[in-house]
């Protein structure tokens, strides 16, 4: 037998096999339309979709949609079949017994994270949709990022909005499909207070791109778990796995809450670290050491290992450390130059990323 022969896989392997496909097939398939905020459209894009279904032959209903719904909707909604949603102790859920009997191909579900009243067999409006995905009938579901239990406490410190209803990422993670409906931004900004002062716009902005960069890492995830089942189902073993070690450089005015929010976001994505570290400073002011003080504070709450480096030259002594530490990401605060030397001499982000050769800079506006 050649050395390199690939491996006879055993009955109980294929009998796994053979299980795994029949359920995959005989289960419905559930696609979702993430939104990072309110406003980008994420219910426009599932009816959407359900309309060009039902064009092409498929058998669509609609299973519940928001109780507001805005001028671009209402067309599609008239041309698909809607089961009236049941008011049970004035909250609207889903006519369960009548979808199962219907028993379409596809169904569409809006507001998933919905609470539905006690007393019924399900508690949580994703609950039901789990039922009909388990009786074969496919889902065309949307959520918002702020109901994403996992990504509640993070999104909450972003914004400010507490809410109480959620879904479990472990659901998310189920989807054989995800679509990020993703408006830039800033014309979600357009699209809101357009009398809001400069200030609490750029904050808005700011706010969104954040909750944008979780969604996509969200998204991410399921695409891996896709790829995962796939091979698992085709029987092929794999065991790689990425290790990602992020640098994220402190300064006093550094931008340190996003910076590190974003690097523990994507060490934790990639299973890797997360550093943080000061370049030591001579004859800095007592106001600029609270600040660093409070940066390296933030920066062991988010779990990072901390290190003070000496160095004259702090671009010098960064990839040092990040060379030495196998450093694959640096993030670091960039302000526009001030002064007559920092206009005849490149500052020390410029010099950086000039020298960093592989290792990827991610430069943050302070």
Request: net charge negative.
């Amino acid at each position: 037998m050649l050395a390199n022969a690939p491996r006879r896989r055993s009955p109980e392997e294929l009998l796994q096999q053979a299980q795994a496909e029949e359920d995959y097939e005989r289960r419905g398939r559930l696609k979702v339309f993430l939104g990072y905020a309110s406003g980008v459209g994420k219910s426009f894009r599932m009816l959407d979709e359900g309309r060009r279904r039902h064009e092409r032959g498929q058998d669509v209903v609609v299973g519940a949609i928001q109780p507001k719904t805005t001028p671009e909707i209402e067309p599609l909604l008239g041309k698909l079949e809607l089961i009236p949603v049941q008011l049970v102790d004035g909250i609207p859920v889903m006519d369960m017994a009548a979808i199962l009997k219907r028993h379409p191909a596809v169904c569409l579900v809006d507001g998933l994270a919905y609470d539905n009243p006690p007393g019924l067999k399900n508690a949580k409006r994703w609950q039901d949709v789990e039922e009909l995905l388990d009786a074969g009938i496919s889902v065309l579901a949307s959520v918002n990022l702020q109901y994403i239990e996992e990504q509640q406490p993070l999104v909450e410190r972003i914004t400010g909005k507490h809410v109480t209803q959620s879904v479990p990422v472990k659901f998310i993670q189920t989807a054989d499909e995800i679509v990020i409906v993703d408006a830039p931004p800033e014309l979600c900004v357009r699209a809101g207070d357009r009398s809001a002062p400069d200030g609490a716009t750029a904050k808005l902005q700011e706010q969104l791109s954040q909750l944008r960069e979780m969604a996509l890492v969200l998204a991410a995830d399921v695409i891996d778990r896709q790829l995962e089942e796939y091979l698992e189902r085709s029987g092929v073993k794999h065991g790689w796995g990425a290790q990602e070690r992020i640098l994220v450089c402190m300064t006093p005015r550094a931008n340190a809450e996003r910076m590190l929010q974003s690097g523990r976001r994507n060490a934790d994505r990639f299973h890797g670290e997360l550093f943080a570290a000061y370049v030591r400073q001579p004859e800095i002011t007592p106001e600029d050491q609270v600040a660093i003080d409070k940066n390296l504070t933030l920066a062991r709450e988010a779990g990072a290992k901390v290190d003070i480096l000496d160095g004259e030259d702090p671009a010098e002594a960064i990839l040092s450390f990040a060379r030495e530490h196998g450093i694959t990401q640096i993030f670091i605060g960039h302000t526009k130059r001030r002064g007559f030397l920092e206009r005849v001499a490149r500052n020390p982000v410029d010099r950086l990323l000039e020298k960093a050769g592989d290792i990827d800079v991610r430069v943050f506006p302070n």
